[in-house]
């Protein structure tokens, strides 16, 4: 495990970049598993930049969307897939049949979140998943009481993440949800986790430095040798405040 503390949120989003960048120069038809929210925001409009100066081509990697609330549509404004290609698939001409997601309306919610497993193992598995840190400790919506083993599946939202998703939605957000299982994000051969502001310090520090438990889904991530941790100073202030600052384990 590596952690890399950054002076702000833009280096945040630069070095977090750079990880991208350095995959894609050596593999342009990388598998690209990518959340959502305002953590990830500046990484994806850096990409963004990137491509259109012709620094990197997205054009040949797969994008998984790894969250969907549930009987959403892809063309409601509220859609996880919808936010993910107005941030990033739209301004990067990703194509169609490039993407890989969740769809919140199908019919059977269950055999959906089955192919969507079936998938990444056709596809040989991630490459590198990008992944948000919640107050919960929940990563993408694998919320308190999540097992090691989970599968993408379909979940209860907590009222918590419920109350922090009101600030996007302005009205009553869903109660349930699907998401990438925890199984499936420790397997993934890189895993990004950015935190970002203080209100994820405290969630950050029980995350690296609190027991891996069920509890808070987040401290799961340990147990994966292909973690790098990328959090700004505010993220990353208990640990700034012990008598050494660890990079890696």
Known sequence: ME????????????AAAEIVVSLLKQKPAAT??????????RLYEKLIELQQSEQISLRETTIFSTEEYLGISEDAYFSLYNWLKRSLLQPCDIKPDQIIRLKGDALHPDKECEYFSQQIEQYGGL?????????????????????????????????ETKEYNFQYWNHEVPDRAMTIGMSEILAAKK?????????????????????????????????????????????AQLFMQEESVWQST
Request: net charge negative.
């Open 3 to 14: 952690l890399i503390i950054t002076e702000n949120y833009e280096e945040m989003s630069a």
């Open 32 to 41: 690209l598993a990518l959340t959502t929210g305002n953590t990830p925001l």
């Open 191 to 235: 895993i990004v986790l950015l935190a970002s502001g203080t209100k994820k310090a405290e969630a950050l520090y029980k995350a690296l430095k609190g027991p891996v438990t069920s509890e808070f889904p987040a401290s799961f991530l340990r147990l994966a040798e292909q973690l790098t941790v990328i959090a700004d100073k505010d993220a």
């Open 127 to 159: 490459d590198i998943i990008i992944e948000g840190l919640g107050t919960n400790g929940h990563i993408g919506f694998n919320e308190p009481g999540t097992k090691q083993n989970s599968r993408t599946r379909v979940v209860t939202l907590s009222e």
